[in-house]
Nanobody
Framework: QVQLVESGGGLVQPGGSLTLACAAS????????MMWYRQASGKEREWVAT????????NYADSVKGRFTISRDNVQNTLNLQMNSLKLEDTAVYYC?????????????WGQGTHVTVSS
């Protein structure tokens, strides 16, 4: 079955960096765009970044543009998010996401999330 397992979260000071990873299995990873989302406490889940399948075109939310970099390894089936110049408002649970066809119709799949806390 489809599995997405995030890792790499933790506590970091403002201005610091973290790299998140998402290990994917159970589907043809290289064929699908992948996304990162985040959800801060008390707020709705928000989209952070997308990377296309083979060409690896990227797109970012304005709030992270220029600071975050999404990448993928289609051999290792991993998705990464390099986060630099972290701000207090980047504190959230970060999720990787994929939208896949299923016999019952297309479906979003989510990992369990990894916590990122930016604090001094």
């Amino acid at each position: 079955q489809v599995q997405l397992v995030e890792s790499g979260g933790g506590l970091v000071q403002p201005g610091g960096s973290l790299t998140l990873a998402c290990a994917a299995s159970g589907f043809a990873f290289r064929n699908y765009p992948m996304m990162w989302y985040r959800q801060a406490s008390g707020k709705e889940r928000e989209w952070v970044a997308t990377i296309s399948s083979v060409e690896a075109y990227t797109n970012y939310a304005d709030s992270v543009k220029g600071r975050f970099t999404i990448s993928r390894d289609n051999v290792q089936n991993t998705l990464n998010l390099q986060m630099n110049s972290l701000k207090l408002e980047d504190t959230a649970v970060y999720y990787c996401n994929v939208y896949l066809p299923t016999p019952d119709g297309p479906k979003y799949y989510w990992g369990q999330g990894t916590h990122v806390t930016v604090s001094s």
